[in-house]
T-cell receptor
Framework: AQSVSQHNHHVILSEAASLELGCNYS??????LFWYVQYPGQHLQLLLK??????LVKGIKGFEAEFIKSKFSFNLRKPSVQWSDTAEYFC??????????FGAGTRLFVKA | DTAVSQTPKYLVTQMGNDKSIKCEQN?????MYWYKQDSKKFLKIMFS???????INETVPNRFSPKSPDKAHLNLHINSLELGDSAVYFC????????????FGPGTRLTVT
């Protein structure tokens, strides 16, 4: 069965630190990959997506993610986090049908 | 303009009651979903409708019955509520593209006492 693994459940960083959140999936075919963000008390919002082309994709608020097919990974990065980045981050995989599988989420807390 | 809206935002009820959550999207999307997010923030798909037809039903108890009167609406009715139904329920929609990116509603926090 398809699955999505997010390696870190909780991450605590100071402002200006660099961020990398890991995401791995299990599926051998073509995938669409997403990172969603859920700010405290809010709904999920799309941060960025990959479906083809350049494996390095840029999203909103300075986030980027790199798709490495050989590693089945889609890690999220940001060079310098801000207090306002405190949120829950979800990696998600769609294999071309109507079903999207979400990872368990990573809770990021940024200390001011 | 709200893209995906849900009502109510909060729902507190007792075990055994029946309740409904409504969802509407004004994005013109063909596909709508219901997700359940538990207390550990784990997000799991429950149902998916495409053009008013049920596409996905993820081993959800029969007490949960979705209804899609038209493409813009997907409601969720829950019978005989149980304590374990307490969660945040998110509605989402996605356009007819090849990427299936999703647009989420604000969520309905259901508390069963």
């Amino acid at each position: 069965a398809q699955s999505v693994s997010q390696h870190n459940h909780h991450v605590i960083l100071s402002e200006a630190a660099s961020l990398e959140l890991g995401c791995n999936y299990s599926y051998g075919g073509t995938v669409n990959l997403f990172w969603y963000v859920q700010y405290p008390g809010q709904h999920l919002q799309l941060l960025l997506k990959y479906f083809s082309g350049d494996p390095l994709v840029k999203g909103i608020k300075g986030f980027e993610a790199e798709f490495i097919k050989s590693k089945f990974s889609f890690n999220l990065r940001k060079p310098s986090v801000q207090w306002s980045d405190t949120a829950e981050y979800f990696c998600a995989v769609n294999t071309g049908g109507f079903k999207t599988i979400f990872g368990a989420g990573t809770r990021l807390f940024v200390k001011a | 303009d709200t893209a995906v809206s849900q009502t109510p935002k909060y729902l507190v009820t007792q075990m055994g009651n029946d309740k409904s959550i409504k969802c509407e999207q004004n994005l013109g999307h063909d596909t709508m979903y219901w997700y359940k997010q538990d207390s550990k923030k784990f997000l799991k798909i429950m149902f998916s409708y495409n053009n008013k037809e049920l596409i996905i039903n993820e081993t959800v108890p029969n007490r949960f019955s979705p209804k899609s009167p038209d493409k813009a609406h997907l409601n969720l009715h829950i019978n005989s509520l149980e304590l374990g139904d307490s969660a945040v329920y998110f509605c989402a929609s996605s356009p007819r593209t090849t990427t299936y990116e999703q647009y989420f509603g604000p969520g309905t926090r259901l508390t069963v006492t």
